[in-house]
């Protein structure tokens, strides 16, 4: 019964696999860049755990996936559903003329077949992959303890996208979806992804990885000194040492920089001559909109964060965001981003409250208050993971069916 079972999902695997399309992108420097893969997570797994299987930090999972590390104590344990779809930010290096992740250690465990190890990896990499990449065959089999070498696909096509800047998500094709679905989940539409992914035909089969492009946010022409990133829309990236984090998204695709409030000690937010502190903003209203003044970050070097006031009038004022308007008042840079998955709800009773960061200043700072109104949101609103609960339970039953 079990072992029928197991020929079953076997099947299915192997069946979705075995013609597996992917985008192969050449390359010629020695640079890496940033790129995603999404995980579709095969069981119930801790965020160490994932963090460990893709050799990243929890910390990049967190801000790849916008989920705010104040809200949530002890995350590295948290556990996410089966089902949940992660997405793994991975630096894409060019190996032997063509984009693909470095090797990723992965240590043989007693039961495991190729098929459940690319099953482990999401089908990120196929059996096939993993079987012919390591020499695997009939007179040398899988032993328990060994390390093989896992290939990720990855592309960064020069992270831009129809000269915008892009970060490009490799994404596993799962039995019943269309380009249009896809492109639909990320805000991306038939065409380019035929396009990115040099489709001949709209078709896609399940097992075929897809480069979808991700529309993100650059530093380049912010004039930061000696730093530049890159932050796809819906996430953010921590920078100086863990003190301020940018943010991407939703409205639109200017980084929004501030303290990050989860290192206790930062020097250098606040703007000289003004009691203004990164991402904080004064609004004058004029009789044809509205004056800012802002506090922005521009990088940093050697311990130092480098920031400055940047003056502006705009015909449109930022909406009110509370009953009062007095400046200094945030930024509407202060929008919380939908978190990519849900965490379960966190087990200590009072995290907000508990957690409260201290960074050295004292509480005149509206972006101190606003950390603990964020994190309430960020651990409560539903994100987009549930949408690929279906699929999997769908197969599963296809099985059951098939076996009795
Ligand atoms: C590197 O690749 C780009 C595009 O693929 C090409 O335009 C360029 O000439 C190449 N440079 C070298 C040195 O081969
Ligand atoms: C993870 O974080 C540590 C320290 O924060 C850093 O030294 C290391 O380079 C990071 N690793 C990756 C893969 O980003
Ligand atoms: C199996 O792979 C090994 C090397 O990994 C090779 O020497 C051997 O010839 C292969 N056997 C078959 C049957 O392909
Ligand atoms: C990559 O992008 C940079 C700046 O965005 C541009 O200068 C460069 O020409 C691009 N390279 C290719 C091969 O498209
Ligand atoms: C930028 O970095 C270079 C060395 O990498 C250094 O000489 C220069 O002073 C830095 N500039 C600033 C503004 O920090
Ligand atoms: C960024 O993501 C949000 C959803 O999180 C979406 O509404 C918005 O259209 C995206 N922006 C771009 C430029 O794709
Ligand atoms: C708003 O800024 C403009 C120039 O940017 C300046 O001429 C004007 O006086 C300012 N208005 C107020 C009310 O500060
Ligand atoms: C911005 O405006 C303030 C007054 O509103 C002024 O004191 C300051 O010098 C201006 N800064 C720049 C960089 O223009
Ligand atoms: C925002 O508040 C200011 C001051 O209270 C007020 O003058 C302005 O009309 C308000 N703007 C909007 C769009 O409500
Ligand atoms: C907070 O800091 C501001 C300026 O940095 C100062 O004027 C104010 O007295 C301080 N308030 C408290 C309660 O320490
Ligand atoms: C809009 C909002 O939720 N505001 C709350 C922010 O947090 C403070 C206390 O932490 C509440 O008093 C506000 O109502």
Redesign the pocket.
């Known amino acids: 019964m079990t072992h029928q079972l197991q020929l079953c999902l076997l099947f299915f695997v192997f069946t979705s696999l075995t013609h597996a399309k992917s985008v192969i992108e050449p390359c010629n420097t020695s640079d890496s860049c940033p790129s995603l893969l999404s995980y579709l997570l095969p069981y119930d797994s801790k965020l160490s755990e994932i963090a460990y299987r893709f050799q990243v930090n929890v910390s990049d999972i967190l801000a790849a996936n916008s989920i705010d590390p104040v809200a949530v104590p002890s995350l590295a344990n948290q556990i996410l559903p089966a089902r949940s779809l992660v997405k793994v930010p991975i630096s894409c290096p060019c190996v032997d003329g063509i984009r693909r992740s470095v090797s990723t250690a992965y240590t043989v465990q007693a039961a495991d077949t190729v098929n459940s190890i690319s099953d482990g990896f999401g089908g990120l990499v196929s059996g096939e992959q993993v079987g012919s990449f390591n020499g695997i065959n009939a007179t040398n089999p899988l032993t328990s303890g060994e390390s093989l070498a896992i290939l990720l696909p990855c592309t960064c096509f020069n992270n831009s996208n129809d000269r915008v800047a892009a970060v490009y998500l490799s994404y596993v094709v799962r039995r019943g979806e269309s380009l249009g679905g896809i492109g639909q989940t990320f805000g991306t539409t038939v065409a380019e992804l035929e396009a990115v992914n040099g489709l001949g035909q709209p078709g896609v089969d399940p097992g075929d990885i897809l480069a979808v492009p991700i529309p993100a946010c650059s530093s380049a022409n912010l004039n930061w000194y000696n730093e530049s990133l890159i932050v796809p829309n819906g996430s953010y990236a921590l920078t100086a040492a863990n003190c301020i984090k940018c943010t991407c998204g939703p409205t639109d695709l200017n980084l929004q920089c501030a303290p990050s409030g989860i290192v206790p000690y930062c020097s250098h937010l606040q703007c000289q001559g003004s009691d203004l502190f990164i991402g904080d903003a004064y609004v ?1 209203h ?1 009789p044809i909109g509205c ?1 800012i003044t802002a506090c922005v970050y521009r990088g940093h070097n050697g311990g130092k964060i480098f920031r400055s006031l940047s ?1 502006s ?1 705009n015909v449109q004022c930022p909406v009110n965001q509370s009953n009062k308007a007095v400046p200094p008042r945030a930024s509407p840079s202060s929008n919380p981003i939908v978190p990519f998955v849900i965490l379960s709800p966190s087990p200590s009773p009072s995290p907000s409250a508990s957690s409260n960061p201290t960074m050295g200043m004292n509480n005149t700072n509206p972006r101190s208050k606003q950390t603990s109104n964020t994190s309430t949101h960020g651990s409560r609103l539903p994100g987009q993971a549930r949408l690929f609960y279906i699929l999997l339970p769908l197969e599963l039953a296809l099985c059951f069916i098939y076996i009795s």
Request: hydrophobic letters at 0%.
């Open positions: 004058n004029t004056n003056n009038s």
